[in-house]
């Protein structure tokens, strides 16, 4: 590693510090309460079955996939802080409880009806995976208050989310001049851009975190930039290590490792049913409205990407970088602009909701991507922020700027999430 490049990284660190910082008050402890009733935690339980829904059958991609459990999660927040006694902000609404009502029979219902609605070709299947869970939870008042709970949860966020904006139109605007985004090989697709105008769940405005933009095409960032990612972001560079292909290939599996993370962190952490609502909730809602904020970037911008920018470096007019027509990243470049990742904005928004929520940073973790073949392992959340941010560019798929801004806004949406929802009421 060159001295450049370690410098480089050092300074990487310490902005990351610096944007998780922002959104990193005291320790956010969770009251024990009614909702921790049983021994296996409904609220895990259900993640694993919107993974299935919203990932292995549905596909999703993780712009959709954001929308989705942010959805579910929402929901399930809102019905078990209830039967806990609502003592944190209610997102959407806090249905009238005794405290007696079943959280099983509550988170489940919560998530089978977000699901439902968003999945009617799994109905079938989904209906079974209720029905087997619902068997499992004692049958009494107490299980028919908690159905009614989460079906009232449910019933509130699927209203406030009719007619959002999201799978509208689909496309990017097409541009032809140095600079300017247009679909790039292998797939020459385009796609996701109604994204950027998905109403927020969190965030007023998806414009509310507008930055100054890409860097100019003549300035001397951009060409840092340019020469960073053509040499190590090429698919046959001969600066990548091993472990940086890794990581560019784990960080970049649409199977996401944040999902395997959340629930391992409500384990080892030991969080109760409503610890672990509101964590999910915090993570989820954030991730979505980061991922939104970022696209909504995406289009004020419409950047080219770094395969079209080395391939047509001669049109730049920069002096300092040079074309290569045939240059290829490591990996498939999605179909929508550089500027700004929004890889980057959904992990800073996690990594940095998860920092305030438990109120340190050096908690260890783990994620397995089946894309990589390999487990990555993090020391903190500020590492995992840090190691996104060079994965983008050891991809070969975004610059230095477009992943350091992107985490910055993701941020951000944390901050203003932590300011305004899922706060203590006592």
């Known amino acids: 590693m060159t001295r450049q490049v370690r410098l480089r990284r050092k300074v990487v660190c310490a902005a990351v510090a610096g944007i998780l910082a922002v959104a990193s008050p005291v320790a956010a402890t969770s009251p024990a309460s009614a909702a921790d009733n049983t021994p296996a935690n409904a609220v895990i339980v259900w993640d694993r079955n919107a993974q299935t829904a919203i990932w292995e059958v549905a596909g999703q991609q993780p712009q959709v996939q954001a929308r989705s459990f942010a959805?579910?999660?929402?929901?399930?927040?809102?019905?078990?802080?209830?039967?806990?006694g609502r003592p944190y902000q209610p997102y959407l609404i806090a249905p009238p409880t005794n405290g007696r009502?079943?959280?099983?029979?509550?988170?489940?219902?919560?998530?089978?009806?977000?699901?439902?609605?968003?999945?009617?070709d799994q109905q079938a299947r989904l209906q079974t995976q209720y029905d087997e869970w619902l068997a499992t939870v004692r049958n009494g008042i107490a299980k028919q208050r908690g159905i009614s709970v989460g079906s009232r949860t449910a019933a509130a966020m699927i209203s406030a989310r009719q007619h959002d904006g999201a799978f509208g139109d689909p496309l990017w605007p097409v541009g032809t001049e140095p600079g300017q985004w247009r679909p790039t090989p292998p797939t020459n697709a385009n796609d996701g851009a109604w994204v950027g105008n998905l109403k927020p769940f969190l965030i007023p405005s998806a414009s509310m975190f507008r930055s100054s933009g890409p860097p100019a095409l003549t300035s001397d960032q951009y060409a840092r930039d340019f020469t960073e990612v053509k040499a190590i972001g090429a698919v046959n560079s001969t600066i990548r290590t091993v472990d940086q292909r890794q990581a560019a290939i784990w960080w970049h599996d649409r199977h996401l490792g944040e999902w395997e993370i959340k629930r391992q962190l409500a384990t080892t952490q030991r969080l109760n049913t409503l610890q672990t609502a509101r964590m999910f909730a915090l993570v989820d809602l954030a991730e979505a409205d980061a991922t939104t904020a970022c696209y909504n970037e995406k289009g004020a911008w419409t950047?080219?990407?770094?395969?079209?920018?080395?391939?047509?470096?001669?049109?730049?007019?920069?002096?300092?970088?040079?074309?290569?027509?045939?240059?290829?990243?490591?990996?498939?470049?999605?179909?929508?602009?550089?500027?700004?990742?929004?890889?980057?904005?959904?992990?800073?928004?996690?990594?940095?909701?998860?920092?305030?929520?438990?109120?340190?940073?050096?908690i260890p973790f783990?994620?397995?991507?089946?894309?990589?073949?390999?487990?990555?392992?993090?020391?903190?959340?500020?590492?995992?922020?840090?190691?996104?941010?060079?994965?983008?560019?050891?991809?070969?798929?975004?610059?230095?700027?477009?992943?350091?801004?992107?985490?910055?806004?993701?941020?951000q949406v944390t901050a203003y999430a932590i300011k305004n929802y899922f706060r203590p009421r006592r």
Request: overall charge negative.
């Open 71 to 84: 959805m579910v999660h929402g929901a399930v927040y809102d019905a078990v802080n209830a039967i806990a």
């Open 101 to 120: 009502e079943s959280v099983d029979a509550a988170v489940g219902t919560a998530a089978f009806r977000v699901l439902s609605s968003l999945f009617p």
């Open 303 to 362: 950047s080219w990407r770094p395969v079209t920018a080395i391939q047509l470096a001669d049109t730049d007019g920069n002096p300092s970088t040079e074309a290569d027509p045939h240059w290829m990243p490591l990996l498939v470049t999605p179909p929508h602009p550089d500027f700004t990742s929004g890889h980057t904005c959904f992990t800073a928004a996690s990594m940095s909701a998860l920092r305030h929520f438990f109120g340190r940073d050096d």
């Open 366 to 411: 783990s994620a397995f991507s089946e894309a990589s073949g390999t487990t990555r392992y993090f020391g903190s959340f500020s590492q995992a922020t840090a190691e996104v941010i060079e994965a983008r560019i050891w991809g070969g798929i975004h610059t230095r700027t477009a992943d350091v801004e992107g985490a910055k806004i993701g941020a």
